[in-house]
């Protein structure tokens, strides 16, 4: 590590140095999916950017416990925790049980992260498996007189708990004004105190499919106690990290907050981290507007806004080059750029083993090496290490074409940063299935073709397999020690 690890935290919005690497252990802990439809892009771009905060963790040295949840009950339909679980749901509306939709969408979950070479999780905790740490919790609040019950349901009163703790502290936003506009709008809302006020546990209605029993009969319970829960039982009553989407802070992560000084008086993590949201062609993706896509329709190109289809890798390369709290658009022409810059990435790794040695470098491998270091330091900035990492690439096809030298040393430094940076660090690895070995393969047949007709002198057509080559993007270089290819 060249210089000191700063993170933006998104409680205090500053850039804070982290902790030194003689307390090695590290504690995240990241929001996960709810299971009732297929995972969306933001929530990949979201544990994208969590991937490499635990990679480059874990890179560093730091002994790191991710923890990320699944919520398979009590996502409500709304914030003001009215409505119907959304898995219940759909459970209902396609007459399966619970656990089959939340198995259904699981195992889509865990495949499309698995597409974009995300690591597991240290552990995956699920709400419905957590349900006595949820009642404990909601009864330690209740003993603290935060909680108040009405006919089974359990509400977290806010109001109160405002005159003690900071409840807008992670949103900014003004607890007096919020106030102000819900308390003339309790009508027909009899069951709790303040419009504000969220469950902690719902009273389950008849026709309500999961329920549990406890001490307020049974019920189910609400959408943020879980993570509260689980973070407090895996990472302790103060942690290091919690991250998720920047969606979640004003409702989710306020009352996660909200929760844990309730129970624990303190504040559970040190650090909060936010990812921002996804565009396409400059709007907002959303449903409505018809320009949110499915990861499978993006690899496929099946939706109607895309030209073609983009491979997982082209995809996470594409979105490492937009910092994790910058909105991150979607266009052909920019995945198409992506495309590109990630097989420039991938054939100058592959070149950087072979290059020729000299007494003599030319090339300032620890600088290059410090830049990139300093960028992913810098708030975990994927976008400046890449710029540097290209810098290398043109530092290892510049020393490829002869025109700068490097020493042994140098160049096992340039080897070791461009594998541990590429594919430690940021995840890119070599296309499969109809990707690398057949282009290879394919590509081995063509040269020793092209080589049979340089042996006859026929090199109009020599030069016409290398011109047509060369126009799908495949360059041909014929050098005293043979022949070698890119594919820009």
């Not at 991250?243 to 004003?250: S, V």
């Not at 592959?350 to 000299?358: A, D, E, Q, R």
């Not at 096992?412 to 940021?426: G, R």
Request: with cysteine.
């Amino acid at each position: 590590m060249t210089s000191e690890l700063k993170i933006y935290n998104t409680l205090t919005r500053e850039k804070e140095i982290f902790k030194p690497l003689n307390a090695p252990h590290v504690g995240l802990y990241v929001c996960g999916p709810t299971l009732y439809s297929h995972a969306h892009l933001g929530n990949c771009r979201t544990f994208l950017s969590f991937d490499i905060v635990f990679r480059y963790l874990k890179h560093l040295g730091y002994q790191v416990r991710y923890v990320r949840n699944i919520t398979d009950v009590g996502h409500l339909e709304s914030d003001a925790d009215e409505g119907e679980d959304k898995i219940a749901k759909r459970a209902r509306l396609e007459k399966l049980e619970p656990m089959e939709i939340v198995q259904l969408y699981a195992v889509d979950f865990h495949k499309v992260l698995d597409d974009f070479n995300l690591l597991p999780p240290s552990i995956e905790p699920t709400a419905s498996g957590h349900i006595i740490e949820q009642i404990e919790m909601t009864k330690k609040i209740m003993e603290n007189g935060l909680a108040y019950e009405v006919d089974g349901t359990i509400w977290f009163d806010v109001e109160k708990f405002a005159k003690t703790y900071p409840y807008t502290e992670l949103s900014g936003r003004n607890l007096d004004e919020m106030l102000d506009g819900t308390r003339d709008n309790l009508e027909g809302q009899s069951e709790k105190r303040g419009r504000l006020d969220f469950a902690l546990w719902k009273k389950a209605k008849p026709e309500h499919i999961m329920r549990w029993p406890s001490p307020w009969g049974e019920g189910f319970p609400g959408w943020h106690i879980e993570c509260s829960a689980m973070s407090t039982k895996y990472l302790g009553e103060e942690f290091d990290i919690h991250g998720g989407g920047m969606d979640l802070i004003p409702t989710h992560h306020t009352n996660e907050i909200a929760q844990h000084q309730a129970c624990h008086h303190k504040s559970p993590a040190r650090v909060w981290m936010h990812t921002n949201m996804l565009t396409v062609n400059g709007q907002k993706m959303s449903k409505s507007l018809g320009n949110s896509f499915l990861p499978h329709e993006l690899f496929t190109g099946s939706h109607k806004l895309l030209e073609r289809g983009y491979s997982p890798m082209t995809v996470r390369f594409f979105m490492l080059q937009a910092h994790y709290r910058s909105t991150l658009d979607f266009s052909n022409t920019a995945l198409q750029a992506a495309e590109k810059g990630y097989q420039r990435l991938m054939n100058a790794l592959k070149l950087v083993g072979g290059l020729k040695t000299s007494d003599t470098s030319t090339c300032r491998i620890a600088e290059l090496k410090a830049d990139i270091y300093n960028a992913l330091n810098d708030d975990f900035n994927t976008s400046v290490a890449i710029a540097g990492l290209f810098e290398g690439v043109r530092i290892i096809n510049s020393i490829n074409d002869g025109k700068d030298t490097i020493t042994t040393s140098d160049k096992d430094l340039l080897q070791k940063l461009f594998k541990e940076i590429t594919e430690d660090v940021l995840g890119l690895k070599e296309e499969s299935g109809a990707g690398s070995d057949k282009v290879d393969g394919l590509m081995n047949l063509i040269l020793e073709l092209r080589k049979d007709v340089r042996a006859k002198k026929d090199f109009a057509t020599s030069d016409k397999i290398r011109d047509e080559l060369l126009k799908v993007g495949i360059q041909v270089k014929d050098g005293k020690d043979g022949v070698t290819w890119t594919s820009n």
